[in-house]
Structure formats: C-alpha cells, structure tokens
C-alpha cells in the first residue's frame, strides 16, 4: 500500500481543527466510525461483485469501493490520532494468497469487528491499569490487521490506495466547505 500516512495525518489534524463539533468526539466514536466505513467497504464489494456477475440488485462500480476504502484509511488515522500512535507504516501484513476480493472484504469485516471489540473493553476497564495497557495494544494490533485487510482488497481489486485516500478526503473537505485538502496522489 503506497498510502502517504505522514501526509495523511498531517491533513487530518488539520482538518479536524475546522471540523465544528469535532471536540466532542471520543474514542468509542472513532470506533464506531471505522465499524461503518468498514461495512460501507464491504457493501460497496458486495454491490461491485453483483455488478461484475450480472446480479438483478443495486451495483457499484470499482470507484465506488475506492471511494470506501478511502474512507475507511482516513477513519483508521483517526482512530489512530485518539490513541496517540500513528498508523503503522509498512508495519501491517497483507493477507496472503487471498486475491478474492470476497474473501478479502470478509477478512476486512472481520478484523474492523475485533477494532469495536478492543474498543468496548478499553471503556470498561480502569484508566492507568495493566489492563488498559493491554487494551490499548489490543486495539492498536486491531488497527493494524484492518490496514493490512485493505492493503489485501486494495491489491485484490487493483485499486491505488493513495489515490483513493486523497481522492476521498478531498471530496469530504469539499461537500462539508472545508479548506484542508491533501495533494492528489
């Protein structure tokens, strides 16, 4: 994956300082946030694989999904950013030999539930224990299988990820009439 993640967290800091309301949000929010874009990427699959196979239904085309895993890398950063760690850059392992993009958006769906898993224990365990510690490397390992699921889709379908995540949070500065924009890919 070829995601510029310095960029990116750069932009989102910046972004989120315009973003009305954004002091209000938490943790268990930026989980929530990354539990729905990941869902919206594997519906966007869903509908791009029914496209690809002539299924009667709603489709979505390649751009659609990019367009979700766009969202779904700047959620991640996030999430990241609530943490106080950043992505891990070339750290994240891609699953191998799953070139199905079925397969990879289940993966994908799988490894975004075990991020709300992570975060609900992190809520309910005492602040400064052992046990928070070991939640917070629970969901900081979550966000990184998450990342390595769409570096596995991404691949899977041939989609640019860097383009796709610039693209995406250029769009979002726009329809909200935000100023920060990150330079395309």
């Known amino acids: 994956m070829n995601i510029d993640f310095e960029a990116l967290r750069a932009a989102n800091i910046q972004r ?49 999904v990019a367009d979700e895993i766009g969202d779904a890398v700047i959620s991640l950063d996030l999430l990241a950013i609530e943490l106080g760690a950043s992505l891990p850059v070339g750290q994240f392992v891609k699953i191998q030999n799953v070139v199905d993009p079925i397969r990879s958006a289940l993966a994908l769906d799988v490894a975004g539930g075990a991020i709300s898993d992570a975060a609900l224990l992190l809520d309910h365990v005492p602040e400064g224990s052992e046990a928070e510690l070991f939640a917070r490397t629970d969901l900081r390992d979550a966000v990184t299988r998450t990342l390595g699921s769409i570096a596995t889709l991404s691949d899977a379908l041939h989609i640019d990820a860097r383009a796709a995540v610039s693209e995406k949070f250029n769009k979002t500065s726009v329809k909200y009439g935000l100023a920060t924009r990150m330079e395309a890919a």
């Open 16 to 64: 989120q300082a315009e973003w009305t309301g954004n002091e209000n949000l938490d943790l268990l929010f930026r989980a929530l946030e990354v539990a729905d874009e990941v869902g919206e990427v594997a519906g966007a699959v869903k509908k791009y694989i029914r496209a690809q196979r002539g299924v009667c239904g709603s489709v979505a085309a390649l751009g659609d």
